[in-house]
């Protein structure tokens, strides 16, 4: 795994706004002078979530999870900390000289059919969603 400078790191903080990373994985509501959206890590019905643009933070007050840009897609994807670094990189066109390890996990050859079909089903939901007709339902699913 390579290193990354933690100048870099705070480099990309600065050029990613947390509330246009954080609005790619939810949809987000302006309250006053903040935002809060609907907590992912609990089962949440109301925006409980709220998000300072000024600290660049976000937290929420009823599982009382926080941090920064990096921790909320670290936590949202469960992916490691280095990860979401480059991830929140490429998401802000920041050109980062590393590569993620593509390990794949070996599969079980006995559950490899139903992996493929599961794949194919995945891929043929994305399909419809990004058609004419899909599009209804996108915005549907969206707004929930």
Not at 17 to 30: F, H
């Amino acid at each position: 795994m390579a290193f990354i400078k933690d100048e870099i790191i705070q480099e990309i903080r600065r050029k990613a706004r947390i509330e246009d990373i954080i609005g790619q994985y939810l949809p987000i509501e302006k309250k006053g002078r903040s935002l809060k959206c609907v907590c992912p890590f609990h089962d949440d019905h109301d925006p409980s979530m709220s998000i300072s643009t000024d600290k660049q933070i976000f937290k929420c007050f009823v599982c009382g999870t926080g941090g920064n840009v990096f921790q909320f897609v670290e936590k949202f994807e469960k992916i490691s900390f280095y990860e979401a670094v480059v991830k929140v990189a490429q998401m802000v066109n920041y050109p980062l000289d590393v590569a993620l390890p593509t390990q794949e996990k070996p599969v079980d050859s006995r559950f490899s059919d139903f992996y493929k079909v599961l794949n194919e089903s995945i891929l043929y939901s994305q399909f419809q969603l990004e058609s004419v007709d899909g599009i209804h339902v996108k915005e549907y699913l969206h707004k929930r």
